[in-house]
């Protein structure tokens, strides 16, 4: 491969806002998925991770597609994506990262995955990456075909549009708004552009925890959310805190262990919670790591009777898509009453007028 921007290359970050800003940017949906850079030069394509691992084996279908939307030299920085029932669907993208050769082949033709692009780097023998983003970004729309898997993300320069996508295109499943300096180079590593997220809070049952990696301490407070069936859910994890608080969590929290032996809603760990959702099953934790094997997902028990109340971005599926940040407890709610109702839940919103 000889390309003018070679692999492997640190994709530009963002930092938060909490809100759209206004200034010389261009502003676009904030895709969620898995961020990839594309390198390609004749039959030979790498999809490089924000981490630099090769994606390629996981995407065999998306390869081909690349081959047929991009030009034959090129370098692009965008998002893999998979699309169920008109939105993103973030957990179909996770199953994806699995070790079987035979399960990717099924699951390559079951659920086919999409690549977003929002930058060009290099283009033929050209290094783009010094050019300002608004000629990148007329570029990087010349040089895509139209194809059903490859996408030019929309933009646009009005932060009032902008601000409309942030309300609405929600429920296609994306994340939230991205700004970038419209004179702005491309910058590796560097939080040079500006994302705005969703944010919202609830009030959650705290029924466990699991130890930090360092030592007998609190690593993270596991959080449960009542189903309309009156079962405890597990939808997620907090895990900001600082190693003082951890400390001090560990003897607040000891009056509440349930005892080895005694039962729990979450005591039978063996039902991947990725089968969450049958009839008879409801989500817990302890399911394997695709991301890290050996990860310890062991947890300490809690009898189901504190509340805390904790920020969130959004909901994918039945959990929440990040970990909670921890608010406060909240000693005055019954948790009977903390269930999924209490949740704001974004309007549908088709996916094929956001990639318009």
């Not at 944010?199 to 030592?215: F, N, P, Q």
């Not at 608080?245 to 032996?261: C, F, M, Q, S, T």
């Amino acid at each position: 491969m000889e390309l003018p921007v070679m692999p492997p290359v640190e994709p530009m970050l963002a930092k938060s806002a909490a809100k759209v800003p206004t200034g010389d940017y261009l502003y676009e949906p904030k895709w969620d998925g898995f961020r990839c850079l594309v390198f390609r030069d004749g039959d030979e394509v790498v999809l490089g991770s924000r981490g630099g691992k090769e994606l390629g084996r996981y995407f065999p279908e998306l390869v081909e597609s690349l081959k047929a939307a991009l030009p034959a030299k090129c370098v692009l920085d965008g998002e893999i994506v998979v699309v169920v029932d008109s939105r993103l669907d973030f957990d179909r993208l996770s199953d994806r990262i699995h070790p079987a050769e035979s399960r990717v082949k099924l699951l390559a033709e079951r659920t086919p995955a999409s690549f977003v692009g929002f930058d060009l780097l290099a283009l033929w023998d050209q290094d783009l990456t010094g050019l300002p983003f608004v000629e990148r970004r007329l570029a990087l729309v010349a040089a895509v075909e139209e194809h059903d898997y490859v996408h030019v993300t929309r933009a646009t320069e009005d932060p009032k549009r902008a601000t409309t996508w942030f309300e609405r295109f929600e429920g296609a499943g994306l994340d939230g708004v991205v700004a970038k300096p419209a004179q702005g180079a491309y910058t590796p590593g560097e939080r040079s552009m500006v994302k705005v997220k969703h944010e919202r809070t609830a009030d959650v049952v705290v029924a466990g925890y699991r130890l930090h990696k360092s030592g007998p301490i609190v690593g993270s407070l596991m959080l449960g959310l009542y189903g309309e069936d009156g079962v405890l859910n597990y939808v997620g994890g907090s895990s900001a805190f600082t190693m003082v608080r951890r400390k001090e969590l560990i003897d607040e929290l000891a009056p509440y262990v349930v005892p080895e032996g005694e039962p729990h809603p979450w005591a039978d760990t063996a039902e991947a919670d990725s089968n969450a959702g049958g009839e008879d099953s409801h989500r817990r934790p302890g399911t394997l790591n695709r991301w890290n094997a050996g990860k310890d997902l062991s947890f300490i028990p809690l009898r189901p009777e504190l509340v805390c109340e904790v920020r969130y971005d959004q909901l994918q599926g039945d959990r929440f898509r990040h970990n909670g940040r921890f608010l406060r407890w909240r000693p005055d709610r019954d948790p009977r009453s903390c269930s999924y109702g209490q949740l704001d839940v974004p309007a549908a919103y088709d996916l094929a007028d956001v990639f318009g």
